[in-house]
């Protein structure tokens, strides 16, 4: 017989284990609530600052030069603190899990399976997140490939191994005529000259191989391709003016990583002015010496071909010398 004072009541059994689950639950929801209102808290102060600077722009370069190269580098930086964001939650829940359910004897935790609001959650919110920043990556991709019919200034770019030619245009299209044109020697660095505030088409094609013109300050480059394809974009404006290295983004050949260029950006002024010395006969250096600017470029030098040098096989070397 089992003594009347040592009986179990099962639905005092219920009751008390109902509460003890409902009590964790309630814990579990608020610190769920609480890793949120800090990932949310940290959004806020990293959005408050210049978060590309404080952290080097997540990889990407700094300081563009025109509207579209700051909507691609605000891209950039939002997608990095979304990323964060999603991460430290991520990493917070499962370092929660790893401490809350360790084990503490052979007694399993309680179950979430079949747990529609959990699988609603994590299914429906990856959706939104890729949602929202597809949505603007294709808005500011649109912006960046967006022409106009009628820019203001229009430059043909011309690739071939291992030097640039820039050819100031007065229409569009390859049946447009060159009025003023700058080509790059092994001696002298060829200098792009453009103005801020003003619209620019570049037109690009090469002699030969593929090439890529890319200016970092722009914040992108464009594959320049040989034959009859024209690679075309626009910059609605540069903002900034200075001396700007540019490089050939793609591998071309022997001398690929010293094909550079350089683009100096000028007041409208000072373009027009440079643009009248060049159609009225005078070389690059010297229109940019008229308009008050550095003939030569500052932020690259010619490289240094060697083809005088035996550099493998030197011809002051002693015979028999070889291992």
């Not at 219920?14 to 609480?34: E, K, L, M, T």
């Not at 991520?90 to 979430?112: D, E, H, M, S």
């Not at 006969?281 to 008229?290: C, F, V």
Request: aromatic share 10%.
């Amino acid at each position: 017989m089992v003594a009347r004072s040592s009986e179990v009541r099962p639905s005092a059994v219920r009751h008390s284990a109902s509460r003890g689950v409902g009590g964790r639950r309630r814990r579990g929801a608020g610190r769920v609530a609480g890793l949120g209102l800090g990932g949310v808290a940290l959004l806020v102060l990293l959005t408050g600052c210049d978060v590309g600077r404080a952290f080097d722009g997540f990889g990407w370069p700094q300081g563009g030069i025109s509207a579209e190269s700051r909507r691609m580098y605000d891209l950039w930086i939002a997608s990095c603190i979304a990323a964060l964001a999603v991460g430290i939650f991520v990493w917070g829940l499962i370092f929660w899990c790893v401490v809350r359910y360790r084990k503490r004897g052979n007694a399993l935790p309680v179950q979430t399976r079949y747990n529609m609001p959990m699988e609603f959650l994590y299914t429906i919110a990856p959706i939104l997140i890729v949602s929202v920043l597809f949505y603007y990556t294709a808005i500011v991709q649109t912006g960046v490939d967006k022409l106009t019919k009628n820019p203001d200034v229009t430059v043909e770019v011309v690739a071939f191994k291992w030097n640039w030619q820039f050819n100031y245009r007065d229409g569009q299209g390859p049946d447009a005529k060159t009025t003023a044109s700058t080509l790059g020697t092994s001696e002298v660095i060829p200098v792009l000259v453009l103005p801020t505030n003003r619209s620019i088409r570049f037109e690009e094609t090469s002699r030969d191989v593929i090439h890529s013109f890319w200016v970092p300050e722009l914040l992108f480059k464009r594959d320049v391709m040989p034959g009859k394809i024209r690679n075309v974009f626009e910059v609605s404006s540069l903002e900034t003016e200075g001396a700007y290295v540019g490089r050939c983004a793609e591998l071309c050949g022997s001398y690929h990583a010293f094909m550079n260029f350089e683009l100096r950006v000028v007041s409208p002024e000072q373009y027009d002015q440079f643009l009248a010395a060049k159609q009225g006969g005078k070389s690059t250096q010297d229109a940019l010496i008229q308009i008050g600017e550095k003939p030569y470029a500052e932020t690259t030098e010619p490289f240094d071909t060697r083809r005088t040098h035996s550099n493998f096989n030197p011809d002051n070397a002693p015979a028999g010398t070889g291992s």
